[in-house]
């Protein structure tokens, strides 16, 4: 039963670790929370969707296909929506990312209608069984590509040039450009990294749970982003940590408290977790120089 | 050349007239267009059941006035969005009353409903919700509707579960945000003891957005029910089946009319819908002829199946129709008020056999119909052999 339990608390941390890793991503080289990361995780599935169901192409194309729009319109919204606000305060570019999260899923309303779709698994991961236990396919699966995108995220930020570039960037925009980074640039490829990884998340949150609608990425959204706030915001391992330990604890007390009051819970250990440690698990501590 | 261009400007000169004609022909005197208010979502989450009411309210208005129309009077249907939004609801009935509705069709989701109805109670204006299935929707004396209330769901589900079925232990999977959910479920756990049911398990989720069950269906699973009864929608049913397969538990289910649309929700996984139970008014395989001419009327004007909301709309709006020639209402211009008076007197007579079933209504609104047993084989609602 707990082995049960703490397995399916691992699989929906996993999806939430996957969002979060965007988010965090975003944050913590362009400074802004993107709101509009959880419906870019909607637009994702509904190209894979779209792609597979629609078209009847394979489910590599579908993938392929989906993370190349995303990652174009991550670039796009980046352009359109918050380049010209670069010197404006951060309160208007978070209205803005709002703004951008309505509309896409007023758009995906048009377009794709109201009703949700059903969405047909495009990669299929047979489930393993270790003694009594059994665990499903998809659970693997979205675990594996989470830590294989940790992995490979950390390492292009800390040994690639353009990685040395977007931690400049992050560290102090005006300095960077200073050095000769162009820091317009770098921001659009964090834009367009961040977009490509939603479409992955977006993909394997509709394999798991297989269901596809314009509000599909609002309530993921706002949870993976308290996980990535619970981890740190602007650490990659931390997203990723944030966001396992949300879905266990959701799942668990669920189980052993209350259906009913496990999305209360959840938030007020983030509230805890806030006063105690406001940086987050793995949040690095910053002083501001005044 | 010049000749063409003689001809189109003469051919164009003709449509004029002939639209000019037929705009005289066709404009009418107040007395003799009835115009029937409605509102419900058409955009937004809830947008599937508002779109449905619209369109099954406007085939049933366009069958009526091709058949030659109420008493004389021409039906029309002036439908706007609410977003399942109570504000929004009540805007929508300000903007329909200016425009000249006399009776009120809707809400279809039963929050705005609720708002609605304190309005239309202030006018007496007649009101009829296809599917505001909560108590308190239709609360008052002008409001009436289609649809089973939650209580009555529950009730009739339990002893069905117990008695015709003949089964014991039962867990049930319930929607704590949402006030049809909510209402079926306790009712169902009330009638529980009398229908000799145990209710073994109770599990609740929160809202639409919830999409992760595994919890849920382990506890449910642990405790070995003879049947799980799931007084949900069929969106978040659908991900049920799909997530107690996966996880390769052998669970029954049974549900209310908010299944309805589970197998087309299902898709390419229909098959996992085989076996599941609900009581429900309306089914589209239905062989009754009156069913098989509307789902074919509706098929071929909107491309799609329609589900319990559309029939119960087009139902609401022969409903009213039957109402007005029971009152003798033969125009029009009549008041709102002295309307909505003759309407409840007649309401209250009036028995019609519509696509949901045959209907009788008590004073208090409710509406009297049999809830058909349901069971999903080989991708059909068949009913259940007794």
Known sequence: ?290 | MKNVKKIVAMAMAAALCVVSLTACGGSSDASATFVIGGSGPLTGPAAVYGIAVKNGAQIAVDEINAAGGVNGMTLELNFQDDEHDAEKAVNAYNTVKDAGAKVFLGTVTSTPCEAVVEKTKVDNMFQLTPSGSSVKAVQYENAFRICFSDPGQGTAAAQYIGQDLGLKKVAIIWDNSDVYSNGIYEKFKAEAANAGLEIVSEQSFQGADNKDFNTQLIAVNEAAPDIVFLPIYYQAAALILQQANQAGFDLKFFGCDGLDGIIGQLEGDAALAEGVMLLTPFVADDPDEKVQSFVKTYQEKFNEVPNQFAADAYDGVYVIKAALEDAGVKDASVAVSELCDLLKASMVKITVEGVTGTMTWTADGECAKTPMGMVIKDGNYTAIAD
Not at chain 1, 102 to 123: D, E, H, T
Not at chain 1, 191 to 212: D, E, H, K, R, W
């Open chain 1, 1 to 290: 039963m707990f082995i049960s339990y703490l397995l399916s608390g691992i699989s929906l941390g996993a999806i939430y670790a996957l969002i979060a890793l965007g988010y965090t991503m975003v944050y913590g080289i362009a400074k802004m929370l993107n709101f509009a990361h959880g419906d870019v995780i909607m637009v994702g599935g509904y190209i894979a969707f779209t792609i597979s169901v629609t078209l009847g192409a394979d489910g590599w194309i579908a993938l392929l296909g989906s993370i190349i729009f995303c990652t174009l319109l991550g670039i796009t919204i980046e352009r359109v929506a918050y380049k010209p606000l670069r010197g404006a305060s951060k309160l208007s570019v978070l209205i803005t990312a709002i703004g951008v999260s309505y509309l896409l899923q007023n758009v995906a309303l048009l377009i794709f209608g109201s009703a949700s779709r059903n969405f047909q698994a495009l990669i299929v991961v047979p489930s393993v069984e270790i003694g009594s236990v059994t665990i499903p396919g998809n659970t693997i699966l979205t675990i594996g590509v989470s830590v294989v995108i940790m992995i490979v995220l950390t390492l292009f930020i800390n040994k690639s040039s353009a990685g040395s570039a977007m931690l400049a960037v992050s560290e102090d925009k005006g300095a960077a450009q200073l050095m000769g980074v162009n820091v317009n640039k770098t921001i659009s490829l964090t834009f367009a990294i961040g977009s490509g990884l939603a479409a992955v998340a977006g993909i394997l949150m509709c394999t798991q749970y297989p269901n596809i609608g314009p509000y599909t990425g609002q309530m993921p959204g706002i949870k993976a982003f308290i996980a990535a706030v619970f981890g740190g915001i602007g650490s990659i391992p931390g997203a990723m940590l944030g966001g396992i330990a949300i879905g266990v604890i959701e799942n668990l007390s669920k189980a052993y408290i209350s259906t009913q009051l496990s999305d209360a819970i959840t938030f007020a250990i983030l509230i805890i977790m806030l006063l105690v440690k406001p940086t987050g698990i793995l949040g690095k501590k910053l002083n501001e120089k005044v």
